[in-house]
């Protein structure tokens, strides 16, 4: 008996070490794959003057090079961010925007629609990442043993299947997405659109899905920041006309839509900036990673367009 737990512990021992030599080499990689994104935040400046919020519409809708030289900016956004995080993370970080400060608020199509957050298929993998960068009270389905893994221990989350494709080469959905050529944009355009209109509409008997829970953030990013004396608004981002025609020709998604957003300019009176047809950008294919997300020159341009017309507003 003596000897066996001799040798188990020195297996123990063992196995412990090889995974804390992993978990070392592991490290750095992991920080980077799991936030997706979010290790911007390592870089965020303590006064911000213009930020925006959003999902993968804000995160490459906006770059802020052009304006950098007059304001502190900051862009929150995160690919499938809902609304409902918008609203934790501002609640986190509220401190360091200035106050008068602009807070865009990013509208997509798909922003006020959809089941909830916690049914997604992919819940968990992006719920992760806020263990990186909000405490735990902000943290949907906080579990402290998730927190431990993924901040001290991340080789526990390596994805063996992940990896094996990545070196076979196949591709994810999202990679797809992004490597394809825009030679065929119509084609390109219907894919994203029936994608978005998985999430917005019912498989049942394709009735549109008002998300009470998303639509109630919004109101509280309104209330909180206008409690602390900032400005919010609210931008739809420019997109190709072989994306957004699937959108604006469906008359009943299109009353659904305004129905929240101008109920939310009645009751609030805040700013709505639509530039979802913008003619200097919707035929404009040189401006764009796909039909819906700009490229960084895009959002360069859409970025400085934006500051420049809410500035002009603001004097008014």
């Not at 994810?172 to 994203?192: C, M, Y």
């Not at 998300?211 to 997109?239: A, F, G, H, Q, W």
């Not at 009751?267 to 047809?277: A, K, N, P, V, W």
């Amino acid at each position: 008996m003596k000897k066996f737990l001799v040798k188990l512990s020195a297996f123990i021992l063992a196995v412990s070490s090889i995974l804390l030599i992993l978990n070392w080499l592991y490290f750095p990689i992991a920080t980077e794959s799991q936030t997706y994104g979010a290790e911007k935040y390592r870089d965020m400046p303590e006064h911000i003057q213009i930020c925006n919020f959003g999902s993968s519409h804000g995160e490459y809708g906006f770059n802020y090079d052009g304006v950098s030289d007059k304001f502190s900016c900051f862009n929150f956004a995160l690919n499938s961010q809902t609304l409902m995080y918008d609203y934790r993370i501002l609640q986190h970080y509220i401190d360091r925007i200035d106050e008068g400060g602009i807070v865009i608020i990013a509208a997509s199509y798909f922003s006020f629609f959809g089941r909830p957050e916690t049914e997604a298929k992919s819940f968990i993998s992006l719920n992760n990442r806020y263990y990186k960068i909000l405490p735990p009270e902000l943290i949907k389905n906080y579990d402290i043993i998730t927190d431990y893994i993924i901040n001290y221990l991340p080789i526990l989350t390596f994805d063996i299947k992940k990896a094996f494709n990545a070196i076979r080469g196949v591709k994810t959905v999202e990679e797809i997405q992004t490597a394809e050529t825009l030679d065929d944009i119509k084609e390109v355009g219907k894919k994203r659109a029936d994608y978005h209109f998985n999430g917005i509409k019912s498989n049942e008997n394709g009735s549109i899905r008002f998300s009470n829970e998303k639509i109630d953030s919004l109101y509280k990013i309104i209330e909180l920041c206008m409690n602390r004396k900032l400005i919010p608004i609210l931008v739809t981002t420019p997109c190709l006309t072989e994306y957004s025609s699937h959108f604006k020709n469906d008359s009943e998604f299109m009353k659904a839509f305004h129905s929240v957003i101008d109920e939310v300019i009645r009751t609030t009176g805040i700013r709505y900036y639509d530039y979802s047809e913008d003619e200097r950008f919707s035929h404009d294919r040189k401006l764009f990673r796909d039909t819906d997300h700009l490229n960084p020159n895009g959002a360069l341009k859409f970025t400085n367009i934006l500051v420049n017309d809410v500035m002009n507003d603001l004097k008014h």
